[in-house]
């Protein structure tokens, strides 16, 4: 189909109107709605990324209206734009928000009664807006996205508990702060270019010479430091903890997997395809000292993992440990480290989303997600202790996940290009994922208190009561999606040659060193 790119936004976009309708007829309506809506989105999806990979340029462009003018090729209104990088992650997003949905219904209906439909309306334009981001061609409009994006996020957030009120609002003081230090950059290219597309930007800096410009620097920076900030790179990463834990489960499900990623791939997009390889790594001085900003951020947030006794906020500081991961594997300027941060945005939103379904189960079946409450839970839920344990496994770096040759991928990287010290940083902090997951294991299948004593009283027994070793498997519609995304991570873990052939033949237009770029 060869408009399937306008259907990404077609359905989740009208899904959204119609959820929001249907409470006038009955709220119940509206898991139903977005379930296809996301359905639909998540097709159209595929068939884009079919498109791209078909297409002799490997890429599929659509321009609102058709509007060109022959100084401006590639058209002077919004250009929604696939190649085959911006195909995968969206294709991503997409797989994520049907899973996410498809879980959400009992979480909705016990988290936010009689809002189901404005928690369903907000949910599709949240996945809108990461669509968006992912496919726009438009340095501005991609402002606007992020913003929807990050609207959508604030209510999404706020629709909980009191306490997400408090986190919602660190959010968006952060959040406003990067969206509008990125807009002030892109105000800098268009002052300088005259155009707001992001190839067009590129095409403008090379033919007019504007490496040197000092305009073009403060854009750079400015633009930069609004990413970092927004895909919360430590040390502005304070809004994400106390909003992913406070979040109503399916939030936090959704948007742990999902935003930082986006946002790093974003980083890619403004250094390949619109600053140019050129400018952001050989004229630019952040190839010099990012890498050790990078080094700090992996190792004080894997220090703030190992120090959490609650299951979400763990995770919420690997998060911000494997936005480190991602960010040096982009500024280590090397062609494996590139492939390395682009397959770890799809491994990590795969892993991240076993782990958070995994934990809203724990959180709906045992009321907590304490480690003290997780005692002899593989006993009750074995289906899903080995679906999270496999996202768990994934984030560790345990072959065959994906979460393996993504890393491997990241060390090559830093190993060709002499940065030792992000590599050294890479095996500390995988070192501190083994301890945190086997203290999980630990707890749940041994059942041991937190000092480590086990609390049976011989061989095989478990010092449990009958209740809390009773067979209690979650829901089916909770259940299935958990079980799909932990064969996903080892699918593509499998598969990971045909992920980074993609990978790979987006790359080839770009001139990126493969040997030692530093002795």
Request: charged share 15%; aromatic share 12%.
């Amino acid at each position: 189909m060869d408009n399937a790119i306008a259907w990404i936004f077609i359905f989740p976009l009208f899904g959204s109107v119609f959820a929001v309708l249907a409470r006038f007829v009955s709220r119940k309506l509206s898991y139903p709605i977005s379930v296809f809506s996301m359905a639909g989105a998540t097709w159209a999806g595929i068939e884009t990324l079919r498109n791209a990979m078909d297409s002799p340029e490997h890429e599929v462009s659509y321009l609102l209206g058709g509007w060109t003018l022959d100084l401006f090729p590639r058209g002077v209104g919004i250009e929604f734009r696939a190649d085959l990088l911006a195909a995968l992650i969206c294709l991503i997003v997409l797989g994520v928000g049907l899973l996410v949905t498809i879980y959400s219904k009992i979480h909705v209906e016990k988290e936010t009664p009689n809002k189901e439909s404005i928690y369903y309306s907000l949910l599709l334009l949240q996945i809108t807006g990461l669509a968006g981001i992912t496919l726009t061609g438009d340095a501005f409009n991609l402002y606007v996205l992020i913003e929807v994006a990050a609207l959508t996020g604030y209510g999404l957030i706020a629709i909980g508990s009191n306490r997400a009120a408090a986190a919602t609002f660190n959010y968006l003081i952060l959040g406003t702060i990067g969206a509008s230090l990125y807009l002030l950059g892109v105000g800098y290219l268009y002052i300088k270019t005259g155009t707001l597309n992001m190839v067009g930007i590129r095409e403008v800096i090379e033919a007019n010479g504007l490496a040197d410009s000092s305009a073009m620097q403060v854009a750079f920076v400015l633009v930069g430091v609004g990413i970092l900030i927004k895909m919360a790179f430590f040390p502005f990463h304070a809004w994400l903890p106390n909003a992913y834990c406070n979040a109503p489960t399916t939030t936090s499900c959704l948007l742990a997997p999902l935003v930082t990623k986006v946002m790093i791939y974003v980083m890619i997009r403004m250094v390949l395809s619109v600053f140019g390889v050129e400018f952001s790594f050989e004229s630019n001085i952040w190839v010099s000292w990012m890498p050790w900003l990078v080094v700090v951020a992996i190792i004080c947030a894997a220090f703030l993992a190992l120090s959490q006794r609650e299951i979400k906020r763990m995770l919420a500081y690997l998060i911000v440990a494997e936005v480190g991961y991602m960010v040096g594997g982009v500024w280590i300027y090397n062609y494996y480290g590139l492939i390395g941060s682009i397959f770890h945005i799809i491994s990590d939103a795969c892993m991240t989303l076993c782990l958070f379904l995994g934990a809203g189960i724990i959180l709906h079946k045992c009321k907590t997600t304490h480690f003290d409450g997780l005692r002899g839970l593989f006993s009750r839920m074995p289906l899903t202790m080995i679906g999270f344990f496999i996202g768990g496994f994934s984030i560790i770096g345990l072959p065959p996940t994906c979460g393996f040759f993504s890393k491997w991928y990241l060390i090559t990287g830093g190993m060709v290009s002499g940065r030792w010290e992000y590599m050294v940083v890479l095996m500390f902090s995988t070192m501190v994922m083994v301890v945190l997951f086997f203290r999980l294991i630990e707890r749940i299948h041994l059942a041991v208190d937190e000092s480590g004593k086990n609390l049976g009283k011989g061989h095989g027994d478990l010092g449990l009561t009958k209740e809390q070793t009773r067979f209690d498997e979650a829901p089916l519609v909770m259940l299935v999606p958990l079980l799909v995304a932990a064969a996903t991570v080892l699918i593509i873990g499998v598969y990971n040659q045909d992920v980074v052939n993609q990978i790979e033949t987006f790359l080839q237009a770009y001139d990126l060193p493969k040997g030692v770029e530093y002795k």
